[in-house]
């Protein structure tokens, strides 16, 4: 009698301890997958978690692991906002263009002020960097040439009032 009683008692606990178990390997699936993700570049913190749940993992797993890898410093919207805001910049991209892809990945609009002054004056030189770079230094000869040229910078995301001042200072 004892025998099946034991018998019963770890089959219950066993069941239980499978299921921990079960949750702790997917939880540890999850983590290195968002370990992967963070050793190429850094994600936002929205970003991160759609990516993961793009994978079909649990949606309660990846909110533990996300939430768990922000208490360790390790995904930062802060640090991401920054990094992206630098690469996309030097890259000749605007303000406005920026602001929006930040938006996409699910940036808080109050981080991205803190990150993105939208009216600096380093965004006047990057428009103008632009322009020269896809149009040489030379003036836009017609009006047909000078809306060509705002058009590419508008696309690229700077200002009316960017582009303004880049094509009358040309």
């Known amino acids: 009698m004892g025998g099946a009683e034991t018998e019963k008692t770890a089959g219950v606990g066993g069941s239980l301890l499978s299921s921990e178990s079960r949750h702790l390997n997917v939880h540890n699936k999850v983590r290195k997958k968002a370990m992967d993700l963070l050793m190429r570049r850094e994600h936002a913190v929205a970003e991160l978690q759609k990516k993961l749940e793009a994978r079909d993992y649990d949606t309660t797993i990846v909110a533990e692991v996300v ?10 919207d ?59 230094n030379a003036l836009p000869e017609d009006f047909k040439g000078r809306a060509r040229q705002a058009r590419f910078l508008q696309y690229r995301g700077f200002t009316s009032e960017q582009i303004r001042e880049v094509l009358d200072d040309v």
């Open 67 to 76: 939430a768990q890898l922000m208490d360790e410093g390790l995904v930062s």
């Open 78 to 136: 802060a640090r991401f906002t920054e990094a992206f805001v630098r690469y996309r910049g030097n890259n000749g991209h605007g303000p406005q263009r920026i602001r929006s892809e930040l938006r996409e990945r699910g940036v808080s609009e109050k981080i991205q002020a803190a990150y993105l002054d939208v009216g600096g004056s380093q965004w006047f030189e990057r428009a103008a960097q632009a322009r020269s770079k896809r149009f040489g």
